[in-house]
């Protein structure tokens, strides 16, 4: 314990530190919300690495996920690798870092503004972005406070505290500038990090063969191609982590932030390889769950007979990481973790500072009260998204379902169809954003999983924009 503690202070004194450095470095609005716009490709690449993998895939996403689906888990992390990095990186990446150049933009709702001269549509996904980005905190904030809560025997709700003030200390310093640089250590924490737990996974199980043949035992279909809970929902898991990167704000900064085009090209690859490892070891050993944990051995991941889901991933850590090595593990989660929570902030206080307050309240407000109030609105959404852990009032994979759900159905379809066809229109965007979001929150509210839900949110955002926009044209030319 003295020694996770003393550890845990050193690695929060690096964080702060490199904080106060990104505030000596931070001028103006650019600096603090996009690093200048001039960051390279090694940086790039484990910065959006870190931000798509917190501590939501290590202990909510591996844990339910793998207890239920298995080795066919692996599927999401195949395709979140192929087509959320590398193809997003691939298809986006340079034409992103483009029209920001182009359109004079810093935030996808300035984009939506000037691609379909909306005001209404910059509005809308502004508050859309701060509302639903909370949820999405919130459930980091829960992965991380159930870790600390399973190493340090502190209660929930102090671990929660304690993470919230230290995340909004670091993130209200430096921002951008602060992130970049650390986010290359948060990478090469989480590699090392990763790779312990899998070689330490596999020992304890007595290799993989064993392992396989474990899971087989319990059920064949653990080890089959498609889980137990079958086809279906494994691909609205697939698609909603998948394809919701090509439109979620936290990730789409990354390029507006790049240096050049060759930064593009080297940062494609490194990041993917980084998200095949990283997402490769979370759900495998999230798959093992079944063959460590049961009610009798390890009682607080169980209730009633069944699995607290949350709770599988901290005490299986516990269980298969040598002691010695722990710390390195509790690194691993936080530096993922701090990563993404840095990048939400930044993403959700510049969506009400920037977007709302100075494109709709005060056209003519300062670069430097425009940077203080990013900062002010840094603190306040974390304060929020604490809050809103504290009531704990779902699963982690729930509410970033959710999130993640509406955040892909407000956006996917504006934006991918507005970056590559001249041929959607003002009306096609606002129908989809709409219409996307409105049948995710129905689906959601009836009764539907939060993956399904923010899957056929998404497909109907995707459709509408180019259904809508031909709908508005066939009426305009009967008109004529």
């Given at each position: 314990?003295?020694?996770?503690?003393?550890?845990?202070?050193?690695?929060?004194?690096?964080?702060?530190?490199?904080?106060?450095?990104?505030?000596?470095?931070?001028?103006?609005?650019?600096?603090?919300f996009l690093g200048g716009g001039k960051?390279?490709?090694?940086?790039?690449?484990?910065?959006?690495?870190?931000?798509?993998?917190?501590?939501?895939?290590?202990?909510?996403?591996?844990?339910?996920?793998?207890?239920?689906?298995?080795?066919?888990?692996?599927?999401?992390?195949?395709?979140?690798?192929?087509?959320?990095?590398?193809?997003?990186?691939?298809?986006?990446?340079?034409?992103?870092?483009?029209?920001?150049?182009?359109?004079?933009?810093?935030?996808?709702?300035?984009?939506?503004?000037?691609?379909?001269?909306?005001?209404?549509?910059?509005?809308?996904?502004?508050?859309?972005?701060?509302?639903?980005?909370?949820?999405?905190?919130?459930?980091?904030?829960?992965?991380?406070?159930?870790?600390?809560?399973?190493?340090?025997?502190?209660?929930?709700?102090?671990?929660?505290?304690?993470?919230?003030?230290?995340?909004?200390?670091?993130?209200?310093?430096?921002?951008?500038?602060?992130?970049?640089?650390?986010?290359?250590?948060?990478?090469?924490?989480?590699?090392?990090?990763?790779?312990?737990?899998?070689?330490?996974?596999?020992?304890?199980?007595?290799?993989?063969?064993?392992?396989?043949?474990?899971?087989?035992?319990?059920?064949?279909?653990?080890?089959?191609?498609?889980?137990?809970?079958?086809?279906?929902?494994?691909?609205?898991?697939?698609?909603?982590?998948?394809?919701?990167?090509?439109?979620?704000?936290?990730?789409?900064?990354?390029?507006?932030a790049i240096k050049d085009r060759s930064?593009?090209?080297?940062?494609?690859?490194?990041?993917?390889?980084?998200?095949?490892?990283?997402?490769?070891?979370?759900?495998?050993?999230?798959?093992?769950?079944?063959?460590?944990?049961?009610?009798?051995?390890?009682?607080?991941?169980?209730?009633?007979?069944?699995?607290?889901?949350?709770?599988?991933?901290?005490?299986?850590?516990?269980?298969?990481?040598?002691?010695?090595?722990?710390?390195?593990?509790?690194?691993?989660?936080?530096?993922?973790?701090?990563?993404?929570?840095?990048?939400?902030?930044?993403?959700?206080?510049?969506?009400?500072?920037?977007?709302?307050?100075?494109?709709?309240?005060?056209?003519?407000?300062?670069?430097?009260?425009?940077?203080?109030?990013?900062?002010?609105?840094?603190?306040?959404?974390?304060?929020?998204?604490?809050?809103?852990?504290?009531?704990?009032?779902?699963?982690?994979?729930?509410?970033?379902?959710?999130?993640?759900?509406?955040?892909?159905?407000?956006?996917?379809?504006?934006?991918?169809?507005?970056?590559?066809?001249?041929?959607?229109?003002?009306?096609?965007?606002?129908?989809?954003?709409?219409?996307?979001?409105?049948?995710?929150?129905?689906?959601?509210?009836?009764?539907?999983?939060?993956?399904?839900?923010?899957?056929?949110?998404?497909?109907?955002?995707?459709?509408?924009?180019?259904?809508?926009?031909?709908?508005?044209?066939?009426?305009?030319?009967?008109?004529?």
């Amino acid at each position: 314990m003295a020694v996770k503690i003393v550890v845990l202070s050193l690695y929060a004194v690096m964080i702060v530190t490199i904080g106060v450095i990104g505030l000596r470095k931070t001028r103006s609005f650019s600096d603090f919300f996009l690093g200048g716009g001039k960051v390279g490709p090694w940086m790039s690449a484990f910065s959006y690495g870190t931000a798509y993998f917190s501590a939501v895939l290590f202990i909510g996403f591996a844990g339910k996920i793998g207890w239920g689906f298995g080795f066919s888990s692996l599927w999401i992390a195949l395709f979140n690798s192929l087509i959320g990095v590398l193809g997003v990186w691939w298809i986006m990446g340079w034409k992103i870092k483009k029209v920001s150049v182009e359109y004079k933009i810093s935030t996808m709702n300035e984009f939506l503004e000037k691609r379909y001269d909306s005001k209404f549509l910059k509005l809308f996904s502004s508050f859309s972005i701060f509302i639903f980005l909370i949820p999405y905190s919130a459930a980091v904030f829960m992965g991380l406070s159930y870790l600390f809560e399973a190493n340090f025997g502190i209660e929930y709700w102090q671990a929660l505290i304690f993470i919230g003030l230290f995340t909004a200390t670091y993130i209200v310093l430096g921002g951008y500038k602060s992130m970049a640089m650390i986010d290359m250590v948060f990478g090469i924490i989480m590699t090392i990090g990763v790779l312990i737990l899998l070689v330490s996974t596999i020992k304890t199980g007595n290799g993989l063969g064993n392992i396989t043949e474990s899971l087989r035992n319990i059920n064949p279909k653990l080890v089959s191609t498609v889980g137990p809970p079958g086809i279906w929902p494994l691909f609205c898991l697939v698609f909603l982590t998948s394809i919701a990167p090509f439109a979620m704000p936290q990730l789409v900064q990354k390029f507006y932030a790049i240096k050049d085009r060759s930064a593009v090209r080297i940062g494609m690859f490194a990041s993917t390889l980084f998200a095949i490892l990283i997402g490769g070891v979370a759900y495998f050993v999230g798959s093992t769950t079944r063959i460590f944990l049961n009610p009798a051995n390890n009682p607080l991941a169980f209730k009633d007979g069944k699995p607290v889901f949350d709770i599988l991933m901290p005490e299986l850590l516990a269980r298969v990481i040598p002691q010695s090595l722990s710390v390195i593990i509790l690194l691993l989660i936080l530096s993922a973790s701090m990563s993404t929570l840095a990048a939400l902030v930044l993403i959700s206080s510049s969506s009400f500072s920037k977007d709302f307050y100075a494109g709709f309240i005060n056209r003519n407000i300062s670069d430097k009260k425009l940077t203080l109030l990013m900062r002010f609105m840094n603190g306040f959404f974390v304060m929020l998204s604490v809050i809103l852990a504290a009531l704990n009032i779902d699963t982690i994979v729930s509410v970033l379902s959710i999130s993640w759900g509406a955040i892909g159905s407000v956006f996917l379809g504006p934006f991918v169809w507005g970056l590559f066809s001249k041929k959607v229109n003002r009306f096609g965007a606002i129908f989809s954003s709409i219409t996307g979001l409105s049948v995710c929150l129905l689906l959601y509210f009836a009764g539907h999983s939060p993956p399904e839900a923010g899957t056929l949110g998404m497909i109907t955002s995707l459709v509408a924009n180019p259904a809508g926009s031909f709908f508005y044209n066939a009426l305009k030319f009967k008109k004529i």
